[in-house]
């Protein structure tokens, strides 16, 4: 491994996809040498952040989420835009990643000169899922990527995670395919800036306007999380590239409204603000964990736990208090 931090910064501003792929694999490294060359790198990258436009993307199963990726991405391309495409996946721990599945679902965007398609390995957690893929994300705004999308292949709060690193989050659904509004969780609606129904294409169409109104309707009932948009529903189909232009346009315009409020700045600070407090969190996790007295006295805490010779609270609280009164005795030394 070069240890000069400059080679990959350096790369990375040159638009060197070699390079960038080898920063993303630091990134990705578990090892602490690897996580503290990417952290030197990431924090050199930063001041050429941030004028990308971030979008995220999660659909039911079903919805051609790859078919719908490549050929939106592709359009981006044609227009003269960088695309870059990261997919955060939690279950990748069991099935093994999916780099080349990611790749062979989307054979046109892979060997397209103007995309770079990248998937985040989880490391076993969402939290980690989460950390690659936010700075993979700026990795690749720095090389220079205007368009980045961030596509969730996991469930559960994955869908969470990529809202909170975005400026537009994206949900694609299908009509057709029994109750429309029992496909998608109240929480994924609440932070939806769009709801797209693809496949409307052939017979589907008047199914999809169908579904097209049955989630404007439920999105109604929610409170939008802006003042300054209103969540859209739009249809498409991916498969024939109709529908695709309105739905650029539609990311755009949010973009434009966000940006003259004043809400865009905000809200990427806030983003930056969590993120350091959930790394803090996740820091201080680690750490308490992997401290000798914890790990030494955790398992037999737990057995009594189990045993009930002692209560959760008491058991949690030794361990707290010890190292409280470690502190302590630091503080005063």
């Known amino acids: 491994m070069q240890k000069d931090p400059d080679y990959y910064i350096q790369g990375v501003l040159d638009s060197n996809r070699l ?4 920063t993303i ?8 040498a690897h996580q503290e060359m990417a952290g030197k790198i990431i924090e050199k990258l930063l001041a050429h952040t941030g004028k990308a436009i971030r979008l995220g993307i999660t ?6 989420k790859s078919t719908f990726i490549e050929s939106f991405g592709t359009m981006l391309t044609e227009r003269g835009h960088q695309v870059a495409v990261l997919a955060i996946d939690p279950s990748s721990a069991r099935s093994g990643g999916s780099v080349l599945g990611d790749k062979t679902r989307m054979l046109e965007l892979s060997v397209n000169d103007n995309a770079f398609i990248r998937p985040s390995p989880s490391g ?9 893929t936010r700075e993979t994300m700026l990795a690749c705004e720095a090389a220079g990527f205007d368009v980045i999308i961030i596509e969730t292949v996991g469930v559960g709060q994955s869908e969470t995670a990529v809202a909170s690193m975005v400026d537009f989050f994206l949900v694609l659904m299908i009509a057709g395919a029994g109750d429309e509004l029992q496909g998608i969780k109240k929480g994924i609606l609440e932070v939806a800036d769009s709801i797209v129904i693809n496949k409307a294409d052939g017979d589907n169409v008047v199914r999809a306007e169908r579904a097209r109104r049955e989630y404007e309707a439920a999105l109604h009932i929610l409170t939008p999380g802006s003042v300054n948009w209103t969540p859209l529903v739009l249809t498409c189909s991916a498969l024939k590239q109709s529908g695709l232009n309105e739905i650029w346009e539609t990311v755009t315009r949010h973009r434009i409204a966000l940006q003259a409020s004043g809400e865009l700045e905000l809200k990427r600070k806030k983003q ?3 993120w350091m407090h959930f790394l803090l969190e996740e820091g201080l996790k680690t750490w308490f964990y992997t401290h000798p007295h914890i790990h030494t006295n ?11 010779t002692i209560s959760p609270t008491g ?3 030794q361990l707290l208090d010890f190292l409280k009164q470690q502190s302590l005795d ?4």
């Open 19 to 22: 390079m960038l792929s080898r």
């Open 25 to 32: 694999t630091l990134i990705e490294s578990s090892l602490p």
């Open 59 to 64: 659909g039911v199963p079903g919805a051609g």
């Open 124 to 132: 076993g957690t969402l939290g980690g899922v989460a950390r690659k």
């Open 272 to 274: 930056a603000l969590d």
């Open 298 to 308: 955790l398992p037999k805490l737990t057995s009594a736990v189990e045993q009930q």
């Open 315 to 317: 058991g949690a609280g």
């Open 330 to 333: 630091n503080s005063g030394s």
